[in-house]
C-alpha cells in the first residue's frame, strides 16, 4: 500500500486508489493512514468523526465505514492478488484494514508513505547540518519539502485529531524550511532567498526565524534599511496579534545590522527556529 497525505489524500493498493470520495470514510482512511502499522482506537476515529457529542449509533456507523474502505481495497486486490506473508493464501482486504483489539490497523505491507520519506530526509539533513555539511544539508532538506504538494490532507474535512495532526506536520514542515534557508545562508545564497523569503514572511508574519533570515539576506545583499524594515514589520505584528516584543535574538541582529558591515554579520543561529524536530532527527 502507497500512502501520501502531503497534500491532497491519495491511499493505492495495487496501484489503484481506493481512497473514497465521501467525507467521512474519507475522514477515515486519512487518520489511519497517518498511522499506519499502528492500531487506532476506535475511540480517536469517533471523535475525529462526530467530536464530544458522538451519535448512539457511532460504533455501528464507524464498521459501516470500514466495511466501505474494505470494498474499495478487495476490488483493488482482485486486479492482481498478491500472496500472503510467506506465500500463502492472498490478502485480502480484512489483512489490509485490520481490525485489532480496541481499534483497526491499515497495514501497508512495506509500501511507501510521503510521510515516512519526509522524516527520513528531513533527519538526514538535520544531522548534516550538525556535521557541518551545509551542501548535504540543503540538498536533503529541499528534497524532503518536495515532497509536500500542498498543506497536508488539504482536501479532506477535519475533526480534532486530523486538525491536531496536520498542525503537527505543519510544524515539521517549516522546521525543515528553516534549517534549509539557513543552509543556504551559510553556503551564501542570500541573493536567490530574496524572492521566497518575500512570499513567506508575508504567510507567516509572526515567525521570527523566517524573518530573521529575510533580515540577514537583504543586510548581506546591501539592502540594509530594508532589513531594517522587516524588523519594524515583525515587531508591530508581534506587538499587534500576540501582544510580545520581538525575542532577543532578533534585538541582536537588528542592533548589529544597525552597527555593522555585511562582512561582519555572522550567519543566523539554527536554534531560533523553537522546535524540537529541528535539532533531532525523527
Same mark, same amino acid.
Given at each position: ?170 510544524? &515539521? ?5 528553516? !534549517?534549509?534557508?539557513? @543552509?543556504?545562508? $551559510?553556503? *551564501? +545564497?542570500?541573493? =536567490?532567498? /530574496? ?10 508574519? &509572526? ?5 530573521? !533570515?529575510?533580515?540577514? @539576506?537583504?543586510? $548581506?545583499? *546591501? +539592502?540594509?534599511? =530594508?532589513? /531594517? ?54
Amino acid at each position: 500500500m502507497d500512502i501520501a497525505v502531503l497534500g491532497a489524500l491519495d491511499v493505492r493498493e495495487n496501484g489503484v486508489s481506493v481512497t473514497p470520495t465521501a467525507p467521512k470514510p474519507r475522514q477515515v482512511l486519512a487518520l489511519l493512514a497517518l498511522h499506519a502499522d499502528q492500531v487506532v482506537p476506535v475511540a480517536a476515529l469517533i471523535e475525529e468523526l462526530w467530536g464530544e457529542r458522538p451519535p448512539r449509533s457511532a460504533r455501528t456507523t464507524l464498521q459501516t465505514y470500514v466495511l466501505q474502505l474494505r470494498e474499495l481495497i478487495s476490488a483493488s486486490l482482485e486486479r492482481d492478488p498478491a500472496p500472503g506473508p510467506g506465500g500463502g493464501p492472498a490478502r485480502t482486504a480484512k489483512d489490509v484494514l485490520v481490525t485489532a483489539p480496541g481499534g483497526y490497523l491499515l497495514h501497508t505491507a512495506g509500501g511507501a508513505s510521503d510521510v515516512r520519506e519526509f522524516e527520513r530526509l528531513a533527519g538526514t539533513g538535520y544531522r548534516a547540518m550538525d556535521a557541518g555539511d551545509f551542501a548535504g544539508a540543503a540538498r536533503q532538506l529541499r528534497d524532503a519539502l518536495a515532497l509536500w504538494t500542498g498543506s497536508a490532507l488539504a482536501d479532506v474535512t477535519s475533526g480534532v485529531q486530523l486538525e491536531m495532526e496536520t498542525r503537527r506536520l505543519e510544524e &515539521t514542515r517549516l522546521c525543515a524550511l528553516d !534549517q534549509r534557508i539557513e @543552509a543556504d545562508l $551559510r553556503l *551564501g +545564497r542570500h541573493r =536567490e532567498l /530574496l524572492g521566497e523569503l518575500t512570499v513567506l514572511v508575508s504567510r507567516y508574519r &509572526t515567525h521570527e526565524t523566517l524573518h530573521g !533570515q529575510f533580515m540577514l @539576506a537583504l543586510h $548581506r545583499s *546591501g +539592502r540594509r534599511s =530594508e532589513a /531594517l524594515d522587516v524588523y519594524q514589520r515583525l515587531r508591530t505584528a508581534l506587538v499587534r496579534e500576540l501582544g510580545l516584543e520581538p525575542s532577543a535574538h532578533l534585538r541582536r541582529m537588528q542592533r548589529s545590522i544597525l552597527m555593522a558591515g555585511p562582512s561582519s554579520w555572522p550567519t543566523c543561529s539554527p536554534a531560533g527556529c523553537g522546535t524540537s524536530a529541528c535539532s533531532s532527527a525523527p
